[in-house]
């Protein structure tokens, strides 16, 4: 017969990590964690390119220098992480238009004054419910910035918790053992690790659920490999759109307002394609690390960074695709998407720049274990309710996971903040039932 367990969490991401931990430093240990892939982290993912260490999913630590520290904030700066400010503030000074121009910084300046105005408006009177035509970005530069405020969350335009409470500066992470070491850290609490390995077997790798069953008094579990586990509880950290796809099933299904607020709430795809080249041909002075491309289709390879302040001498580019055309990105081959992006940088720097040696293009969209990159509540939409009913338990299955917090959706600290947070609710029902449970005993 199976061996039952106090709590099951499935996926060991920042939320399944945090959870575990937060159950351990209460005192509930035998829990048996998970996970789908064969490695802890989730959207948390480094991977060695052109000779440095580059993050495929998280990359920054925002929310910095505000009144309230960010928990991550003091994870990274315990562990000792590698972190830069980014400075994005000068990007709008360095948008180039098709012939490799670069807009006056006049110009430029005035155009983002102006679409925050607008933008600003938009979602005012979305939030009035005014039905009023709204101006829509038009020329290349206009989508340009559209973009860069829109698809980048850019705190100008709406009060983003994230910024609100724990200031506005974002620090990205540069490290050779990658914003995943922060995870690691945490797992070496609870977990039985050596030598910057974990040993311990209640986190099983390359375990796939795929049915979750309530059964009396607990929860059966059932892996693609065929194995069955059983807790008392189960805490569920898969992404939304994991949710939305139908790699797990439930039984009893979920009742109809669990899956009527997971179907409302949107995924983002946000796709960071790296480029690696003989020598470097772009502008690397203060001011220069970020720059944008002006072009007629919105979105079309609009972002770029250049790593020499992460790593000097690296020699490489990120540029960053989000939702549609990152969904197109990731249909083609790397060489179509190579050649793409060659020829918006040559409109950029000129003929004669080198070809990139190498690319890498991450595919969060048709990773079955993800199905997207963050939650997206849309903001004039942001009905507690949807948040409240994606979180709330059914029967015996906990939800935690960044798209189940209500101020910090989207994010690593909203990740992190939700696991400690569905800990808190789960162990109340323990006691509950606990009471519960001793009340009968001595009636008996
Ligand atoms: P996940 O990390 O997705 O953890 C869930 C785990 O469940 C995964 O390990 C998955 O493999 C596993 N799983 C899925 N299905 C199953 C199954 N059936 N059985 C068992 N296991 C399963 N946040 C920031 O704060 N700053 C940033 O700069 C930033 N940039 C980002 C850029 C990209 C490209 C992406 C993808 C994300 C970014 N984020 C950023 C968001 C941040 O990474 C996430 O909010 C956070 O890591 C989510 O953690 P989680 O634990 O909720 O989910």
């Known amino acids: 017969s199976t061996k039952r367990c106090s709590v099951i969490i499935v996926g060991a991401g920042v939320s399944g990590i945090s959870a575990a931990k937060e159950l351990s430093e209460n005192g509930v240990d035998d829990l048996v964690i998970l996970e789908a892939s064969d490695r802890i982290g989730g959207r948390i993912r480094m ?21 309230i520290s960010n928990p991550v904030w003091e994870l990274a700066n315990q562990s000792g992480l590698r972190t830069l400010f980014s400075d994005y503030s000068n990007a709008r000074y360095n948008i180039f238009d098709r012939c490799g121009k670069i807009f006056p910084s006049g110009l430029a300046a005035d155009s983002y004054k102006k679409a925050v105005e607008s933008a600003i408006h938009r ?7 005014v039905d009023e035509p709204a101006t829509t970005p038009k020329t290349p530069i206009e989508l340009a910035i559209d973009f860069i405020l829109h698809d980048f969350e850019m ?25 995943e070491y922060l995870l690691y850290k945490m797992a070496e609490t609870f977990l039985l690790t050596s030598e910057g390995k974990i040993l311990d077997n209640r986190l099983k790798l390359n375990k796939v659920v795929r049915e979750i069953q309530q059964i009396r008094d607990g929860v059966s579990v059932t892996t693609e490999d065929g194995c069955i586990y059983e807790g008392n509880y189960l805490i569920l950290s898969v992404s939304i759109g994991v949710l939305q796809s139908n790699l797990i ?6 009742p109809r307002w669990k899956t009527k607020a997971i179907e409302k709430c949107d995924v983002m795809v946000y796709t960071k394609i790296f480029l690696k080249f003989p020598y470097k041909f772009w502008p690397c002075g203060p001011g220069k690390e970020f ?14 960074q250049h790593m020499e302040n992460a790593f000097p001498g690296c020699n490489i580019l990120v540029v960053t695709l989000t939702n549609g055309e990152s969904k197109r990105v990731e249909a083609q081959s790397d060489c179509e998407t190579l050649k793409e992006a060659m020829q918006v940088l ?5 003929p004669g720049i080198p070809d990139a040696s190498d690319i890498l293009v991450p595919r969060w969209w048709n990773n079955r274990f993800q199905r997207g990159s963050y939650s997206n509540y849309p903001i004039p939409m942001i009905n507690n309710q949807v948040v409240h009913d994606i979180k709330a338990p059914v029967g015996r299955i ?28 789960l162990l109340e029902e323990m006691k509950i039932e606990n009471k519960r449970s001793s009340e009968s005993q001595t009636f008996l």
């Open 123 to 129: 979602l005012r009177n979305e939030a009035a419910n």
């Open 346 to 350: 040559r409109n950029m720097f000129g």
């Open 398 to 425: 906990f939800f935690t996971g960044e798209h189940t917090s209500e101020r910090f959706s989207g994010y690593v600290h909203g990740g992190y903040l939700s696991g400690i947070d569905t800990v808190k609710a």
């Open 249 to 254: 099933s439930f039984q009893p299904v979920l």
């Open 291 to 304: 720059f944008i491309y002006a072009h007629e289709r919105r979105g079309y390879y609009t972002f770029w």
């Open 47 to 67: 991977e060695n390119f052109g000779g440095v260490s580059v993050e495929l999913g998280a990359g920054w630590i925002a929310g910095v220098g505000g009144k």
């Open 155 to 179: 705190a100008e335009v709406q009060p983003i918790s994230t910024y609100t409470d724990y200031g506005e500066r974002e620090f990205m992470v540069a490290d050779e053992r990658g914003y």
